[in-house]
């Protein structure tokens, strides 16, 4: 990705999200910011897993994940899902968890609202896996603002490629 397409596409400004998953064997949560909405009806969401990361198989296997959506209170959650602290199997023991009501998928007590989704499709788009989910439950936790990628330092744009933002910039 040249320079000019990856500072273009850190430009587009998404919401911050930990994704976990549960596959019967291990526990796993990782940063998430590639998720969004794609139907009303029925409510749908997707969420975009790079094909090389920990979490794309499980999620595979598990049919499911939950999606825990970070507040302004729980920036830590990102500092650690994007860290290499974070980077091994089984690595939801820094935050308390519970087992999300129907699909008993893990949800960060800290996050402001935490969904259980059942994936019903997926597509291969480039080096990534599009998992199309529906929503089962949520916990709605804080009233808090949700952390957003303007709030972080970086922004990740695929692969190793991050760029940081130029608060000078004004991005």
């Known amino acids: 990705m040249d320079g000019d397409i990856a500072r273009a596409m850190a430009a587009l400004t998404t919401g911050i999200y930990v994704l976990t998953v549960d596959d019967g064997e291990r526990r796993h949560g ?31 296997r598990a049919k499911a994940f939950a999606l825990n959506v970070v507040g302004t209170a729980g920036k830590q959650l990102e500092d650690y ?16 968890c519970e087992p999300s009501p129907k699909l008993k ?9 935490s969904i259980e989704a059942r994936v019903v499709d ?11 989910a529906e929503p089962v ?8 603002r949700p952390l957003t990628s303007l709030d972080l330092d970086y922004v990740y744009v695929g692969g190793k490629r991050v760029i ?3 608060r000078t910039a004004g991005w």
């Open 30 to 60: 990782m940063s998430s910011s590639w998720v969004t909405q794609v139907s009303g009806e029925p409510p749908l969401v997707m969420a975009a897993i790079d094909r090389g990361h920990f979490s794309n198989p499980m999620v595979t």
């Open 81 to 96: 899902f994007y860290s290499s602290r974070a980077k091994r199997a089984d690595n939801l023991d820094a935050f308390e």
């Open 164 to 166: 940081e933002r130029d």
């Open 122 to 132: 997926h597509k291969i788009a480039g080096d990534h896996t599009l998992f199309i």
């Open 137 to 144: 439950s949520v916990r709605i936790g804080s009233g808090e």
């Open 105 to 113: 998928m893990p949800w960060l007590k800290i996050a402001m609202v």
